[in-house]
């Protein structure tokens, strides 16, 4: 059972309090873009192994969505950080570096 | 390869068992194959033997990074079934549950191909609309299926509970000529013919890089050397984003897992497959006499081959509602198979951006009961060097071009 520290109400919520919400950061393309940005934003996926950001909901909670960094492989939580981002904080990536040196980020 | 025969049976008793041979061979690679196919699973495997039956190209290897049939191919419960809704999924399942029907003599392995029936429960209003719009499909489509009521379902069905506290049974879609088969036999029996007509399955060797040249494929790098091909069928299910990266394109799947149980063997009670989608649960009983029980996935990605244990929780708990006889069954074993699933929940089998790759995956929670169509679809595409038309409607450009396959009502639950 996975458990979550959600970064707005600070419960440390476990996995059937939550709503997994897929891969973070997509940048959104809207009708006016081409077919494959509209492509890519709707249904290509990084699907890493290994370190992974995504979002969470805390369905069963405060209601907010968020974002994690987990390793698909481990099952590790990195760290959660509010969703009114466009990319991880810059502390948490430097954490993951240091966690996991052969770690080739933004691939 | 000697024949598998009663007369074979009665000349090794005569001679305390010795005389049998190994199934299929175990070489090392050769620097050069007319084929390379990534993954020794049931659709890696199905795609090489009909690649070398139908299309005569049987200078081919096929590279698995574990032991053949060691992925979701052994995992599975085993449910075959053809009753979907839309033409092009009709098509490519009823050709594999056909194939299926004879694949014990075709290989001359026995698949123990059993065709026992599939039985969807209608739990909802909706779910009977919705079976009842797929049994029409299926007419059209020359697949035999009907809806029935829950008197028929109590008569298949003896230990079925028909009025549960929660959702009671309003009918089911039947489907009689489906069933299960053993999933280690059908890798088993597709390895050996393979192995038969010369070609290498080499086993514990990774492919690590995809070499390419010009926008063309020239080969696999792993971790037993460099091999060359110019014709390269990449068929790993939960691994397909990794070896697409390393090609150098990207895919609409995730991987996520999914977990089966079985529980402890017991005397014949249901010889017909349950599937009930509301709930999210399924069972059948193995020929061993266990109850054989999958149930949904998790909700995010996953590489580890182990889910969620409140998923198992939640499938038991559905399934005693619907066959209280089980409630005091114990269970002896459970597990997990890391399936891809696309975003439209239907598979793929494609070109891909770069010549002469080719990709088969996407089948997710549900591409066991498709193996000998899918190998005889990909492996037509892969000597042709273009769709067969089983495959087109499956095709990578469809998430770009809006064709998806929605097959939400036929298949609401992991199968
Ligand atoms: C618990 C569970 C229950 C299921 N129940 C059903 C069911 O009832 N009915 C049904 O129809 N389907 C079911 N499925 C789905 C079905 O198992 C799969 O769709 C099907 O087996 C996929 O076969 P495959 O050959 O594509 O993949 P696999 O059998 O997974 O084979 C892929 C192979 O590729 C190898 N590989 C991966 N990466 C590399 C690499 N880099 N180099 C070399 N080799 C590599 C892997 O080791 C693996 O052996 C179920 C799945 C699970 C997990
Ligand atoms: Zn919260």
Avoid at chain 1, 38 to 60: D, S
Avoid at chain 2, 4 to 19: Q, T
């Amino acid at each position: 059972m996975l458990v979550i520290l959600c970064p707005y109400c600070g419960v440390e919520a476990e996995e059937t309090e939550l709503t997994a919400g897929g891969e973070a950061h997509l940048e959104r393309f809207g009708p006016s873009s081409s077919d494959s940005e509209f492509e890519n934003y709707l249904f290509m996926r990084k699907n890493e192994k290994g370190i992974t950001f995504e979002r969470w909901h805390h369905t069963y909670g405060c209601g907010k969505w968020f974002h994690a960094a987990r390793c698909s492989m481990t099952m590790e939580i990195f760290g959660t950080y509010p969703a009114q981002t466009s990319k991880p904080p810059k502390k948490l990536i430097s954490m993951i570096k240091k966690k996991r040196p052969e770690w080739g980020e933004g691939k | 390869m000697r024949k598998y025969s009663v007369a074979a049976i009665v000349r090794e008793a005569l001679r305390y068992n010795a005389g049998w041979e190994r199934a299929w061979r175990s070489p090392e690679p050769k620097k050069q194959y007319d084929a390379v196919i990534i993954g020794a699973g049931g659709h890696g495997l199905a795609t090489a033997y009909y690649l070398g039956k139908n299309h005569g190209i049987k200078n081919v290897a096929i590279i698995e990074k574990g032991w053949l049939g060691g992925g979701n191919t052994g995992r599975n419960t085993t449910i075959i079934r053809s009753n979907y809704l839309q033409d092009s999924s009709a098509a490519i399942y009823e050709k594999a549950r056909s194939l299926y029907e004879t694949l014990s003599q075709e290989l001359n392995y026995n698949v123990m191909f059993s065709p026992r029936g599939v039985m969807m429960l209608a739990q909802t209003e909706h779910e009977i609309r919705g079976y009842r719009r797929t049994a029409h499909a299926n007419n059209l489509q020359g697949v035999e299926t009907e809806f029935i009521d829950p008197k028929t379902v109590k008569k298949l069905c003896p230990i079925i509970e028909l009025s549960g506290p929660r959702f009671p049974v309003l009918g089911a879609l039947w489907q009689p000529r489906g069933g299960t088969a053993r999933h280690d036999a059908v890798a088993w029996g597709y390895a050996r013919a393979c192995s038969d007509m010369g070609m290498d399955i080499i086993q514990k060797c990774e492919v690590t890089d995809i070499l390419k040249s010009n926008g063309k494929v020239v080969g696999v790098e792993t971790t037993k050397g460099v091999i060359k091909t110019h014709n390269l069928g990449i068929i790993v299910a939960g691994n397909s984003s990794i070896l697409a990266e390393k090609a150098g394109f990207r895919l609409p799947i995730e991987s996520v897992s999914l977990q089966a149980l079985v529980s402890e063997p017991v005397k014949p009670c249901m010889d017909v497959v349950v599937m009930a989608n509301t709930v999210h649960g399924y069972m059948s009983q193995s020929d061993k006499g266990e109850m054989v029980i999958g149930g949904g996935t998790d909700g995010f990605n996953n590489y580890t081959q182990r889910g969620s244990f409140h998923h198992i929780e939640e499938t038991v708990r559905a399934l005693i509602e619907t066959f209280p006889i089980i409630s005091r069954l114990k269970m002896l074993r459970q597990w997990g198979g890391v399936v891809d699933v696309t975003g439209d929940r239907s598979p793929i089998i494609s070109k891909t951006p770069l010549e002469g790759c080719f990709i088969n995956c996407g089948w997710g929670t549900g591409g066991f009961k498709a193996i000998p169509g899918s190998g005889w679809a990909m492996a037509e595409t892969m000597a042709n060097g273009s769709p067969s038309q089983l495959a087109s409607a499956f095709s990578l450009d469809r998430f770009r071009e809006g064709r998806f396959i929605d097959e939400s009502v036929a298949a609401g639950v992991a199968h």
